[in-house]
């Protein structure tokens, strides 16, 4: 073999893993030999630029050269989609298409994913050129950006010349981890930000994904028989398809079949279940991994849609239903400032109230100044605002500019809080004090969240009272002050109740965990989940994080396999801060646990942030108290009353009136046998209609 062959061959065969492991999740050779074989390739490319191929595995990485993204002609016409605005609609659309009397005709539907449309061209099996939707006729040429997405397969499995239409899109975690970079208002801001990155290794630090969705063969000999053939061929080339895919024919069983004959996951049904089934997509879209604007209904048939044929704009055989996002407008009374825990500034628009959703707004995020500017935000203007799926309510748009003259709002240059002049990072302000009062306000109650410390009585009203009265000026502050003082101090609502309560709850934090003291730390990517993560990875003492951190020992955290190296940047920054490093230490005196016991506290922590009542006699735990035990040993709360801060109620035999406040209030019933189950099993009760990844289980 020579050198050429060598490096097409390594290609070929790294390619094969990467799909395997970006698109169908699975991993076919371990980390080590993978690397192996990936630094081989690199080494040899570098050796012999000559053979160095632009769709090589190796071109994920992306790379620092600037692109301005040339405009080039689309081969085929990038059509959009007709939309409709109810389920009604649809169903009209639906009737319209079925009075043609096509006793073959079916429907697929499929989720509209909230991304950038993206087409892909593919020349003998080879990825040429990604095109963004542009104007239809003529998009971008990103082709340099779309390379890094791993989910974009560089070759297929067969030499085929054809055109793929898909969506690249950011999940909802990504973006909470990402928005940082540039201040992007939801994923699908981002997702386009980073598709139109000028060097590409900015685009592939984030992890946009893909679904592909529509393909159109050069030859058309072989085009597939129908849209879902269409589909199980895209899968079989190395293509990700959304499962979450249905089909809807004269019976449920013709359409079970004709999945099934596919190879392709969804469900089938009958065509009267379509309105019910958009419903339920609809209802339950915010639990998915991923943001949906809307449901496509295509008709499955390809000589029916060549009969129904298009229009300039969209194809008369497929419409759009567009979940509408809530919207209101209202006028800018005002705008404050917010200091988060962590010093980053938040601009925050006060609003006229005005029913939105459901609920009433009165203020909305205007996110940061890139944001203002870009609106044209002033105090006094009459806006839109909207809540896209669960984030909380932002500005849109400004329909009317005020009478009074304001101009755009800015951000002032120094901490409203403090004074202290602010530093920009990245997109967004931030106050440098760590003495700044917002900021501990915001550190303190987080750290004496349910999550965190679990410190009922230190709500925000109470901390802000301890910090604005100057008795608490830092976390450690909550362990040394003395509360009895409180009371010579004649300070309004305070008296011998409530400086037990603060007494008892200091006492009580010194029994959690490590796992809730780490947490309550408040270090980036170091949440509830993240903590576990680094105790089971072995980090189950604090000495033992701030070494590695000390030394700049990523490799230690990324050993770690759901920690990646941005995380572990941030994790071994964080513990590098003096601030930090000093407060740990006070609460290390303080006598918090800043190690995992695992002789006490190998149960896992399953009852964590839940709060559990019991009520009757059991057979089991008798007396009842052997019960609540062993709630608390696994991280749970437990109270002798239901209130509307219960989450579970312990059933036992002869359960009277908890029972009755429980069913009110939407408390969960848990019986002696559930619960002994869960406790044998170390398993929680998860909400149903979610599978253990989380995602939308309609399937
Ligand atoms: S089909 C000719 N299917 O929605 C076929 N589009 O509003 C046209 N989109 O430009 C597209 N998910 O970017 C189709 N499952 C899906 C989709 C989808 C998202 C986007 C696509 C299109 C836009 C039209």
């Avoid at 390594?10 to 970006?22: D, G, I, W």
């Avoid at 800015?410 to 760590?434: D, M, Q, W």
Wanted: proline letters at 4%; charged letters at 30%; glycine letters at 8%.
């Amino acid at each position: 073999m020579d050198i050429r062959e060598k490096m097409e061959s390594l290609a070929a065969e790294l390619l094969r893993y990467q799909e395997a492991y970006y698109v169908q999740g699975k991993s076919l050779i371990s980390d080590v030999e993978y690397d192996g074989l990936f630094d081989e390739l690199s080494r040899l490319e570098r050796e012999h630029p000559e053979f160095a191929d632009p769709n090589s595995p190796t071109q994920r990485v992306g790379s620092d050269l600037t692109s301005d993204f040339p405009e080039v002609k689309h081969t085929i016409p990038v059509l959009s989609l007709d939309k409709a605005y109810s389920v009604e609609e649809v169903l009209a659309f639906m009737s319209r298409c079925e009075e043609k009397g096509k006793e073959h005709l079916s429907f697929v539907e499929e989720e509209k994913i909230d991304g950038i449309s993206m087409v892909l061209y593919y020349e003998d099996g080879s990825l040429v050129r990604a095109v963004t939707r542009g104007n239809g006729a003529v998009g971008n040429d990103v082709t340099a950006n779309i390379r890094t997405i791993s989910q974009v397969p560089l070759r297929l499995k067969e030499k085929v010349t054809l055109v793929v239409r898909g969506e690249v899109y950011l999940a909802k975690e990504d973006f909470l981890k990402f928005r940082d970079l540039d201040g992007a208002a939801n994923p699908r801001n981002l997702a386009a930000g980073s598709v139109r990155r000028q060097k590409s290794s900015e685009t592939a630090a984030v992890p946009l994904q893909i679904f592909v969705y529509e393909g159109f063969w050069e030859n058309k000999e072989e085009t597939p028989e129908d849209h879902i053939a269409i589909l199980a061929k895209l899968k079989a080339l190395g293509f990700r398809i959304n499962p979450h895919l249905a089909l809807f024919s004269s019976s449920r069983e013709k359409s079970e079949k004709r999945l099934e004959a596919a190879g392709l996951e969804g469900r089938g049904y009958e065509f009267d279940d379509l309105g019910s089934y958009i419903r339920e997509v609809t209802e339950k879209r915010s639990s998915l991994p991923y943001e949906i604007d809307g449901m496509v209904t295509k008709i499955n048939e390809l000589d029916v849609r060549e009969e129904f044929g298009y229009t300039e704009h969209h194809p008369r055989w497929a419409i759009a239903y567009k979940f509408e996002s809530p919207q209101a407008e209202t006028t800018i009374e005002g705008i404050t400032i917010q200091v988060g825990r962590t010093g980053r500034i938040t601009p925050v628009a006060e609003l006229s109230p005005v029913a939105l959703g459901g609920s009433t707004v009165r203020r909305a995020t205007l996110h940061n100044q890139e944001y203002i500017d870009d609106l044209e935000i002033a105090i006094g203007d009459r806006v839109s605002v909207v809540k896209r799926g669960d984030v909380i309510p932002a500005v849109e748009q400004v329909l009317e500019k005020n009478e009074t003259g304001n101009t755009t709002y800015r951000i002032p240059s120094c901490c409203p809080c403090c004074g202290t002049e602010l530093t920009a990072k990245g997109a967004h302000l931030y106050c440098p004090n760590p003495e700044c009062p917002d900021q501990v306000l915001g550190r303190i109650t987080f750290f004496a969240s349910r999550e965190c410390m679990d410190m009922e009585s230190f709500g925000p009203k109470a901390v802000e009272l301890l910090v604005s009265n100057g008795f608490v000026k830092d976390i450690p502050d909550l362990y040394t002050f003395d509360y009895a003082t409180l009371l010579d101090r004649g300070i309004k609502g305070v008296g011998e109740k409530t400086v037990t309560q603060f007494r008892l709850a200091v006492e009580e934090s010194r029994k959690r965990p490590f796992s809730a003291v780490l947490t309550s730390l408040g270090i980036p990517e170091v949440g509830k989940k993240g903590a576990e993560i680094l105790i089971k990875g072995g980090f189950d003492d604090i000495d033992k994080l701030i070494s590695a951190a000390r030394a700049g020992d990523a490799a230690a955290f990324t050993a770690i396999p759901q920690i990646g190296p941005q995380t572990a940047a941030l994790i071994i920054n964080a513990l590098n801060d003096k601030v930090l490093l000093e407060r740990i230490e006070k609460l290390k005196s303080a006598g918090l646990q800043f190690h995992e016991n695992r002789g006490e506290n190998s149960l896992d922590q399953i009852f964590s942030g839940q709060v559990w009542c019991a009520t009757g006699s059991f057979e089991h735990f008798n007396p009842r108290s052997l019960a609540l035990a062993e709630i608390e040993k696994r991280g749970g709360r437990t109270t002798s009353s239901v209130t509307g801060k219960t989450t579970h109620l312990l059933l036992g035999k002869g359960g009277g009136s908890k029972r009755q406040t429980a069913e009110k209030l939407g408390v969960k019933l848990v019986s002696e046998e559930e619960f002994l189950e869960m406790i044998s099993k170390g398993e929680v009760i998860t909400e149903s209609g979610h599978d253990e990844n989380g995602q939308l289980s309609l399937f």
